[in-house]
DNA sequence: AAATTTGTCTATTTACATTTC
DNA sequence: GGAAATGTAAATAGACAAATT
């Protein structure tokens, strides 16, 4: 029987002892349901372990492993000391795909590249077509690729700022892809990975589905500061570290060179696995060195090809650092099987092109054009990013939080998404949005998404 | 202090007890490098958990602690009554694609497909791009595919014994990518999934990966039974049950219709999570109904439209019940983040061209051929599988393993799979081999693979 | 047929380390 | 700066159920 009366006492969240359910997995339950259900709010402190497990009359360790499951879903997330938390990255709408019901919003919310290749893409076909070889491409391929393609990669790689060799490639379809493959290869339910407080949705969603627990590294000056990492690594036994140098997705903040050095530094010395993600780096027409070129046996470095030069063909090549390579083309192997070898041929074809220098820099004029126009219909006090990124990061007047904001948008025809949506565990997400200033059709579509952005924002 | 000693009894397994990690799992790993390292074999029973646990002088569940690390990782298999045993299922090299360095072997061990359809590829590869709105296909596409295309795909997988529709269909980068989704969306680490005692490698490495554990289900005629069904549900707690009714790799073997029935039927009251491979079913001219008519709720189709229409083209269907589709969705999400529109427009035209028939017709026709020349040279007695089958079970001579026969023809230039890749669990793999017949690039190769195999043969 | 063997699973015990106040 | 609050995690206890003998 509980010896304290808690009916005097307020207690957050008071659930129901189950009689006929395992205890830990009927809170479990009752604790996603609750903040499914709205009953339990992001941020809401929930009662500390001990006084829940007096409450309902079981051991400490019952709540501990009823709310393990939770945090693993990424629901929860505590700290000794300060109590354990509702999450703000409960994701609902998670797409980051063109909606196909959705023609007559103004599309800004999934990051597309616009990049015009057609011509280069055709005219590369009818050359392939014509070879004798061509029905070979047909066929299934082996899983590596083969070495002219890895060199055409590894010489675009090393203009995102990552000088690598061919023994450490292998081919994915697509960031996301590479990042699903290191997740399932080289950590398993219960690790945990250390991220920016706000990060790629992909690798939330993803994360969440195979159970692995993200831990936001607290930030000095906009970037993951060495006392965050350390406290992390010593703390909250984080095996793995994933961060976006470049353009980070949302803050399209650049990490500095010193801190780059720094992560690179304690991954060595902590044995963690960086997981680099350079999605953004060839945006940069002088990037500064990846982390993985002070740490390449620390590293995974993600090099996603389609971003800028082939969008739409899939094509990403995962760097591994020799210890780990066997692990991650076995993932890989689970996963894809193989890739299309015709696609692969295509899409480096394009890459090793004599074009692709002008098609990289074509997509950042277009992208310098495109931001702007952002600028001048956008307050500057309020709108972060440099104009050669393709999203931009708009911070919102107060008394709106971006989640609001995201829907009012919504409401008056046009999509972005809210700061809510990149949210890693408890800390209370800014109130901004990000805009994709690529992903309108054209340039029209875009003045009318920021028309409506800049009365938004006035009108607070 | 443990009471007695075990100095006069023989304990096939004596671990060290160890002073700084954790015990469970230091026990862990050390089973699992012993079990590397040849030390304990396959097959072999492990001491009773009580017997190790008095011995170390432990408890019995820091035992099962250790040991459930290692079950979830293929190594262990165990009955209560019976005891724990070590699996066949090792896995050391299961590469199914084709090996880039041994162009000296003849290839008749991961299973290709041999069809011949570069001209038809060739001629709507020109008609697209000839297309307007060719531009379109290669940006980033919607995640779900359009409706024509799934119609498409709708009436082929009619033709290989599923009628559905377009609502159920998600579409994935092969079947292997459609497995991979399914594990990752529908089940998580620990959990259990019943398959035939050999089964396709694919799903152990998968499952072995995502720490799923694959339970072999007894047989009667080489098939489930309902018998061994039940008691893998009630006692097993299987969550799911992989199976490949058409042409089951490795055994050739085809469920009869009471079993499709049985299964559907035992899914339902069990609420079991049917997978259902149809990766072969379109090889047969006149195939069964699939489990799946006759559960659509519990069964998850794979149809692979690579494998006969469009090899290499990596486009395969998810066919979920409705109540798994988000799920599904989000999981190949993950994984994939979308196809290439492009890949996926030319692989469903493909599909549904006028000439799919004839390219199917013409597949089973090469296929027929083949086996003819297997039938010519290996004994009727030992040779499982029908004509129609693009790979074949090859009994052996007393004396031999698999795994024998498998090293023994690669040193004399002939790649098979021995039997052992295929076991899940403790049972002892049948000595056999699967040949795929139509995996040699021409049928003089073919010949000379079959040549040394007969030789082997005989030898013994 | 009953007793014994054997694995499974939830909940508890206990020690520990960090953060907060 | 020390005590209290708080979360973490390994190992144990004990009830349970199936398979074997």
Redesign the pocket.
């Known amino acids: 029987m509980p010896i304290n009366s808690f009916e005097n006492y307020p207690m957050s969240w008071k659930p129901q002892k189950p009689t006929d ?6 809170l479990a339950d009752q604790l996603e349901a609750d903040i499914a259900g709205g009953v339990l709010l992001p941020g809401t402190k ?8 007096d409450y309902l ?12 499951v939770c ?1 693993q879903k990424g629901l929860l997330s ?7 938390f509702v999450s703000y990255d409960t994701t609902p709408d998670n797409c980051m795909t063109r909606r196909t019901d959705s023609s007559f919003l103004v599309e800004m919310g999934p990051i597309f590249p616009r990049s015009n290749t057609t011509e280069d893409v055709i005219c590369m076909l009818k050359k392939m077509i014509a070879e004798p070889d061509f029905g070979k491409l047909l066929q299934y391929g082996n899983s590596e690729g083969n070495a002219w393609q890895k060199e055409a990669a590894i010489k675009l790689i090393r203009k995102a700022g990552y000088d690598t060799t061919a023994d450490r490639l292998i081919p994915a379809t697509g960031g996301q892809n590479a990042i699903a493959a290191i997740l399932t290869g080289l950590f398993r339910t ?1 690790d945990r990975i250390g991220t920016d407080p706000l990060t790629y949705p992909g690798v939330k969603t993803t994360a969440k589905m195979l159970g692995i627990e993200l831990i936001p590294i607290q930030q000095e000056n906009d970037e993951i500061s060495e006392a965050g990492l350390l ?1 992390a690594c ?2 909250e ?1 984080i095996k793995g570290l994933y961060i976006m140098p470049d353009y980070q997705n949302p803050t399209t903040h650049t990490m500095s060179l010193s801190g780059r050095k720094m992560i690179a530094k304690t991954a060595k010395e902590n044995n963690l696995i960086v997981i680099e993600d350079g999605a953004h780096s060839m945006l940069n027409a002088n990037p500064l060195p990846a982390v993985a070129s002070f740490a390449p046996e620390h590293t995974v470095y993600i090099a996603s090809l389609s971003k800028t030069v082939a969008p739409g063909f899939r094509l990403a090549y995962v760097i591994s650092p020799l210890q780990y390579k066997s692990l991650l083309s076995d993932a890989l192997y689970n996963i894809n099987l193989s890739l299309s070898p015709f696609l692969t041929e295509l899409a480096s074809r394009m890459i090793a092109s004599e074009s692709v220098d002008s098609i990289i820099e074509e997509h950042r004029q277009l992208t310098k054009n495109r931001n702007r126009l952002v600028n001048h219909y956008l307050p500057k006090h309020l709108l972060i990013g440099p104009d050669e990124c393709i999203f931009r990061w708009l911070l919102l007047p107060e008394n709106y939080t971006g989640k609001e904001f995201e829907k009012l948008a919504q409401q008056a025809g046009v999509q972005v998404y809210a700061s809510e949506r990149f949210a890693v565990g408890k800390a209370k997400p800014p109130a901004a949005v990000r805009i994709v200033v690529t992903a309108p059709e054209t340039m029209d579509e875009l003045r009318t998404g920021l028309e409506v952005l800049k009365k938004l924002i006035s009108n607070k």
């Open positions: 359910k395992p205890l830990y997995f009927a929930l009662p500390p372990y001990r006084e829940l497990a009359d079981v051991n400490v360790s019952t709540i501990t492993r009823a709310f393990k945090k505590g700290t000794i000391g300060s109590g354990t219960g406290h010593k703390n036994h």
